[in-house]
């Protein structure tokens, strides 16, 4: 815990979030890309190391140290050295979290060496232990949040579609992440250069660069393009609708040739978490027509829903951002709550009551390691319950009798590991039956005010689990804090006899 408030630790934390909110939006390029790896590298270690003891009890520092450092560096070269690492951790971050996206990239493994700035923290931390333990748990439950929050940010990845232009022999399009930036701070970001029909991310060879300079920002936020050998033929985008309309007369007469109506874009809008306006973040934007082959193609910058490409052939498709393998979701669709039996405010009500818990027993548990043997099988079900619940809500709704036979059943190992760990700290005696009877209901209290924000607001907003998790912290920490108190040996008094 000394190690993650270390203030090497800290300041890698403050230059996550100032180089992510700030920094990425002004100068976007190659060194603030590096800058976001390295600190989040020497905020890591200690991250996964308090996790690590927060799971299993009584685990040495040195353990959970190499556990956060062997972690760390193992999962960063998994996820940015391949490609299936990366879509696997977006996706997990997605279901259970926020909208991420996270791109494989082998050169920021050049980032690699800031593991010897979270070795010098650690060696330091290690002789600058705090000896209380009530406040150790404070400083964990105040930084553990801020750690938690800093990555959650730097995760989320809203792409929005702004700008489209043409460059050299392709495309090159415009985007911002729409979580932290407005729209007209967007930077060029993917080019194409078979007529959209693949994609890929500007290099790091200057490529960005290199269509900052050539390309005029003007030209990739036109309403409206023609065909460069014949102006008779244009196509221009509908603002505040999702519309492109097409004229072969010059402009005389317009004909809607392809769009999303409102009341279908409505639905389309429950889809994207965060989103605020339709009418603004899901919106066509800009267009542009590439020559091919006597024929021609149209690229339009949709907002939230990516591009859509009209083929040589006269076709009209949503690509979405032209690189994720996830479907392009349709309005047809049911949203991405509809039909599921768990809520996400009440999974995640359960795990901070089960967090809390685990942090309650950790404080007051003064035992050895070998009576903590008895909460292991129950922390193992009630692990596997809440990964049960969590498939119900992400995976799509099953007809009604499956789905109510699976919410039964997660619910049932859920309620059953907790009762197998229950049983596991009244044999090892681990609290007294006073703090016993506040523990339990504090737990539960804790997981409801966090469940509040989640129900509340916005499905899975950056805001909204911000919200939640830091009334996780500081309801924890009360709680905890009060189990410690009571039943403690009082003070001894110094007794003078006099003669």
Not at 223 to 232: G, K
Not at 435 to 454: D, E, N, S
Request: glycine share 8%; with cysteine.
């Amino acid at each position: 815990m000394a190690w993650l408030a270390h203030p090497v630790t800290l300041l890698a934390i403050a230059a996550l979030v100032v180089n992510d909110h700030v920094l990425k939006a002004a100068y976007p390029g190659w060194i603030t890309g590096k800058l976001s790896d390295a600190a989040g590298l020497v905020m890591a270690p200690p991250l996964l190391a308090v996790v690590a003891t927060l799971l299993v009890p009584r685990l040495s520092a040195r353990a959970a140290a190499i556990v956060g450092f062997i972690g760390t560096a193992l999962g960063f070269t998994v996820v940015k050295g391949t490609v299936a690492g990366a879509a696997t951790a977006s996706a997990l971050w997605s279901a259970v979290a926020l909208p991420t996206v996270i791109r494989a990239d082998a050169t920021d493994l050049l980032t690699l060496p800031a593991l010897v700035l979270a070795w010098h923290a650690w060696t330091r931390a290690q002789h600058r232990p705090v000896a209380s333990r009530l406040v150790r748990l404070a400083r964990a439950l105040v930084v553990l949040p801020l750690g938690v929050l800093a990555v959650a940010a730097t995760s989320v990845n809203d792409p929005q579609a702004v700008a489209v232009a043409h460059w050299r022999d392709g495309i090159v399009v415009g985007e911002i992440n729409a979580y932290n930036e407005e729209p007209d701070d967007w930077r060029w970001a993917r080019y194409s250069g078979d007529g959209g029909q693949t994609w890929r991310w500007l290099g790091s060879d200057g490529e960005y660069e290199q269509v900052s300079v050539e390309v005029d920002r003007a030209e990739g936020e036109r309403t409206q393009a023609c065909l460069p050998d014949d102006s008779t033929v244009c196509y221009r985008v509908v603002r505040g609708h999702l519309r492109v309309e097409h004229t072969r007369d010059g402009g005389v007469t317009w004909t809607t040739t392809w769009e999303v109506t409102d009341e279908q874009r409505d639905r389309l809008a429950l889809h994207y978490p965060g989103l605020d306006d339709p009418a603004v973040d899901l919106s066509s934007r800009s267009v542009m027509v590439y020559p091919t082959d006597g024929r021609h193609v149209v690229v339009v910058a949709n907002g939230r829903d990516g591009y859509a490409l009209r083929d040589v052939d006269g076709h009209w498709h949503r690509i979405g951002f032209g690189m994720d393998d996830d479907r392009v979701p349709h309005w047809d669709d049911p949203p991405p709550t509809e039909g599921t039996w768990v809520p996400y405010w009440w999974l995640w009500a359960q795990v901070a009551a089960v967090l809390s818990g685990l942090v309650i027993v950790e404080v007051v548990d003064r035992r050895g390691w070998r009576r903590r043997l008895l909460h292991a099988p129950g922390l193992v079900l009630i692990g596997c319950g809440l990964a049960a619940q969590f498939l119900t809500v992400v995976r799509p709704a099953h007809p009604a009798p499956l789905a109510i036979f699976e919410y039964v059943f997660a619910a049932a190992l859920t309620i059953g590991g907790v009762a197998v760990w229950l049983g596991g700290l009244a044999l090892g005696r681990t609290l007294s039956a006073l703090r016993w009877a506040i523990a339990v209901p504090t737990a539960m209290v804790v997981g409801l005010i966090v469940a509040v924000p989640l129900a509340i607001g916005p499905d899975r907003h950056p805001g909204v689990i911000a919200a939640a998790v830091l009334l996780w912290g500081l309801g924890t920490t009360l709680a905890a804090s009060s189990v410690w108190r009571v039943g403690r040996n009082p003070r001894p008094t110094r007794v003078t006899n006099r003669v």
